[in-house]
């Protein structure tokens, strides 16, 4: 007996599609306000005048600064899917830093989906999705790529 697919035309249609860009204009108190919460005291990320005398020329974003400019097209698509798979949990992130994020650049943020598998575990039949983000400067320069794993699950009624 061969078992019907979970992945619907729908999720295969849209692999490969971009997403419309959302645009943020990086600015010094987001980047300081960043640095402060996740309590990195590198002058890079706060003082202008240290940060002048560098090789970036002011002040630049920490790494990790690149999880908070968001595009939530991919997430929403991947929520919304029509599929009796109601859980949803995040299988991971990464990001890999091509380019310091400076005060003063314009970054856009696009989004797809590159791939979706199916696979029966312990929580039954699941959809892995597979993710990438670019998040590219005002010069259109690839700053930083994200790639991140979504996976739709059977949820089992508690007896």
């Known amino acids: 007996m061969v078992q019907e697919s979970a992945i619907t035309e729908e999720m295969r249609s849209a692999v490969g599609v971009d997403s419309p860009p959302v645009v943020y204009d990086i600015e010094k108190g987001?980047?300081?306000?960043?640095?402060?919460?996740?309590e990195?005291?590198?002058?890079?990320?706060?003082?202008?005048?240290?940060?002048?005398?560098?090789?970036?020329?002011?002040?630049?974003?920490?790494p990790t600064f690149p999880s908070m400019l968001r595009n939530p097209a991919v997430v929403d698509k991947v929520f919304n899917f029509k599929t009796p798979l109601k859980g949803l949990l995040?299988?991971?992130?990464?990001?890999?830093?091509?380019?310091p994020?400076?005060?003063?650049?314009?970054?856009?943020v696009t989004a797809k989906l590159v791939d979706i598998k199916e696979r029966t575990g312990a929580m039954g039949k699941m959809i892995f999705f597979f993710a990438e983000t670019a998040y590219k400067n005002?010069?259109?320069?690839?700053?930083?790529l994200g790639r991140q794993t979504l996976i739709r699950h059977e949820v089992k009624e508690k007896k």
Do not use: H, M, W
Request: glycine content about 10%.
């Open 30 to 38: 987001a980047v300081k306000k960043f640095a402060l919460a996740i």
């Open 90 to 99: 995040n299988g991971g992130n990464e990001l890999e830093y091509l380019k």
């Open 101 to 108: 994020i400076k005060v003063g650049d314009v970054i856009s």
């Open 40 to 62: 990195d005291p590198n002058p890079l990320y706060q003082d202008e005048n240290v940060a002048r005398k560098t090789e970036y020329g002011g002040i630049i974003a920490p």
């Open 138 to 144: 005002q010069k259109g320069e690839v700053v930083c």
